[in-house]
């Protein structure tokens, strides 16, 4: 049988619905490296081609090849509400930012500057990190660069 690798692959709907595979075909299946479980699935999904047998459990490298839905999957929440906290309004104090030195994105490097806090101290400082350097920011550095950054990481408070 010649397949046609644009051609979707058929699958015949639920994993009990194909015939039983026979041993013979599951143990050449399992010699590849698949469990009995999941080469018995991939066989009746597919009508019994081992070829494409082989197809649909590459295709589904996460189906263990259990029929009956897991006990995890059961106990899923069925709202389909997003996720996250009601506390609102939300509050993010920054962290961290990285940002471009240099004249253009051509030349110059990237370097990062990450918020410390003195533990005996009420002020907080930055810190930057250039390559191997890594000396406390002055103040102008950090306003200025703040402001053009390319990534910004925040902490939630």
């Known amino acids: 049988m010649v397949l046609d690798i ?11 619905g194909g015939p039983e595979p026979s041993q013979e075909q599951v143990d050449m299946l399992s010699e590849m490296g698949f469990t009995h479980a999941q080469a018995r699935k991939a066989l009746r999904e597919t009508g019994g081609d081992a070829e494409r047998a082989v197809e649909w459990l590459f295709s589904h490298p996460d189906d263990n090849g259990e029929d009956v839905p897991t006990a995890a999957a059961m106990e899923a929440p069925s709202s389909s509400g997003p996720g996250g906290s009601s506390d609102l309004p939300a509050r993010y104090k920054l ?10 994105v051509h030349s110059g490097h990237y370097v990062a500057h990450i918020r410390v806090e003195d533990s005996g101290a009420a002020d907080e400082g930055w810190v930057l990190f250039n390559d191997e350097k890594v000396v406390k920011a002055d103040v102008e550095s950090v306003h200025e660069l703040k402001k053009l950054a390319y990534l910004y990481v925040y902490e939630k408070v």
């Open 95 to 104: 962290k961290a930012f990285i940002s471009h030195k240099g004249p253009s």
């Open 6 to 16: 644009d051609a979707p692959i058929q699958v015949s709907g639920s994993g009990a």
